[in-house]
């Protein structure tokens, strides 16, 4: 399992960074304290992915690089070769004290991962050798944990790789306790050696504001402008991890982990504008505008923290006065569930998320623009309200009311419909458990790719009897998975199984269903990815 990121839209390292990342956190290294250096600024990312045309995986990040291993009491060994059998005993001994050894190979001869970019190269991680069967494990996150090769399945992997950079690496760790006083010491340095022009955001924008050659421009520069983006959300990401390691302030925590989202936000606007060929020029250019404001902002403060510690951002915080948002509207509704949604707040530079009210009573909290409300009584008046609560704490004020009474005369036969959905993960704000329920044929739901065992599970607003359900899976379906059902969301009893899944359309007749809460356990993949279903319906 992929253990550095999860969510892979923000996986911006090759794959090398992340079987060595991996590795290290299996065997407990802190390695949060290495990200002090995580943060990218968008002038390099524009450089580096737009100018020299160049992919993510090329990027030279400043995460695990040779060098910075000292710090963290790790050796990187390199041992360099012509051929792999000239070292086959060193590979042998290393394996032997449970030490994993990493090559470079020819990803044409990787015949495990045919996804993979035939003309490029690709790291693996050697781990066990087995005397029974001859064979060699091989992980190769963030796709396969467990592959088997002979040693001459190996060494001609590697033969395509020039032979002045075939070369295997392994690491030894010392005994001496980590140095985290050294290590804040070079991140203080870090920050404040830290600029930014912001000259990546200037370039989107400026595609954004000259509509008529948008498109254009987008189908030319887009594999660039996503890269680039994971870029500037997962090294956010990891440099806020920093920032917890190291006890600062969470509001700072708190400001780089809204950063990177509020850039994978971005991101799915792009997409989604690229998918329906038609973009809205308006929201995407305040929502790059509103990035360079969460970039000063959070560049200032942690400058000003090395003058002043924290007085800046209390100062900060104590005038900041945060806008209630819009009044809520009504979405979508059936008999026993509502959803609603409403438009941001006026000044949602640093709004994270917003709490909800029913009939004046907190019922919970969103980090969307949409919330589901359940256990509706139809014809009834409720009184919506919301509060918007940014990254400091602050709450708003609260928003209009809107009185919403539920028309029953309006209903579906699937039980399912704009229920309440629960998740193990999502991979990404486009595909939320929530796509399952909308109704809709083009929107689904994603899990993490690290994850071998995921669910879904809907709230169907009530103890109901049902029979039937139909399951309309993406192409990353299960090929072994249980039907479920509770009556309370905790003690589940399988009503269903299927390990013969084939995917597509799988409609489940006959079933004895009873139970407020029905959930999908997907517990063996068809992919390398996640599991992914377009739809979900239950039927009496």
């Not at 943060?39 to 990040?61: A, Q």
């Not at 990803?107 to 066990?128: C, F, G, Q, W, Y």
């Not at 992980?139 to 399945?153: A, G, H, K, L």
């Not at 917890?244 to 509020?262: L, P, Q």
Request: charged share 25%; with cysteine.
């Amino acid at each position: 399992m992929e253990m550095i990121f999860r969510n892979f839209a923000l996986n911006y390292l090759n794959c090398r960074k992340i079987q060595i990342a991996n590795y290290f956190y299996s065997i407990g290294l802190p390695l949060e304290f290495y990200y002090y250096e995580a943060l990218e600024s968008t002038d390099k990312v524009l450089s580096e992915i737009i100018e020299m045309r160049s992919r993510k995986w090329k990027y030279p990040s400043n995460v695990l690089v040779k060098w910075g291993m000292n710090d963290l009491g790790i050796e990187w060994i390199e041992i360099p070769f012509k051929k792999l059998s000239d070292i086959k005993d060193v590979v042998y001994d290393l394996l032997g004290r449970s030490v994993p050894v990493f090559l470079w190979v020819t990803a044409s001869e990787v015949k495990h991962n045919p996804n993979l970019d035939r003309n490029s190269k690709h790291s693996i991680m050697v781990t066990e050798y087995s005397e029974k069967d001859g064979l060699y494990k091989i992980q190769d996150i963030p796709f396969f944990s467990e592959v088997f090769y002979t040693f001459d399945d190996i060494e001609r992997m590697c033969n395509g790789i020039p032979e002045q950079r075939r070369s295997l690496i392994y690491f030894a760790f010392s005994d001496e306790s980590l140095d985290t006083g050294k290590l804040e010491r070079k991140l203080k340095a870090y920050i404040q050696n830290y600029h930014d022009e912001s000259r990546f955001f200037e370039y989107l924008k400026e595609i954004f504001l000259l509509r008529e050659t948008t498109r254009s421009n987008l189908k030319e520069d887009f594999q660039y402008i996503d890269d680039a983006l994971s870029i500037i959300a997962g090294s956010r990401y990891l440099f806020a991890n920093a920032l917890k390691k190291f006890e600062w302030n969470e509001v700072y925590y708190g400001m780089f982990m809204a950063i990177s989202e509020n850039v994978e936000k971005l991101k799915l606007m792009i997409s989604i504008g690229l998918m329906r060929r038609k973009y809205d020029h308006e929201k995407i250019v305040e929502a790059i505008d509103k990035l360079k404001k969460m970039e000063h902002d959070a560049i200032f403060l942690l400058k000003s923290k090395l003058e002043k510690n924290d007085e800046e951002l209390y100062q900060i915080i104590s005038n900041l006065k945060t806008h209630p948002p819009n009044k809520p509207l009504l979405d979508k509704f059936n008999s026993t569930n509502m959803k609603i949604k409403w438009d941001e707040s006026p000044d949602n530079v640093w709004v994270t998320s917003y709490e909800i009210y029913k009939d004046g009573e907190a019922i919970g909290m969103s980090r969307q623009l949409q919330f589901n409300i359940a256990d509706i009584e139809p014809n009834r008046s409720y009184a919506i309200s919301l509060k918007a609560i940014d990254v400091f704490g602050n709450r708003s004020e609260m928003s209009p009311v809107n009185h919403i009474v539920i028309d029953t005369s309006i209903d579906n036969n699937d039980f399912a419909l704009y229920k309440g959905v629960f998740t193990s993960s999502d991979e990404s704000m486009l595909r939320t458990g929530d796509n399952v329920v909308d109704g809709k044929h083009n929107t689904r739901w994603g899990s993490l790719h690290s994850e071998e065992v995921a669910w879904v599970y809907i709230d169907l607003g009530k103890e109901m009897n049902f029979s039937k359900v139909i399951i309309n899976w993406e192409h990353a379906y299960a090929i072994k998975y249980k039907i479920q059902v509770s009556g309370n969301a905790t003690m589940w009893t399988n009503i269903y199984a299927n390990e013969l899944g084939t995917g597509g359309v799988e409609e489940i007749t006959g079933l004895a269903g009873h139970g407020r809460y029905i959930r999908i356990l997907c517990e063996e993949k068809a992919t390398a990815f996640g599991y992914s279903i377009w739809n979900l319906s239950v039927y009496a």
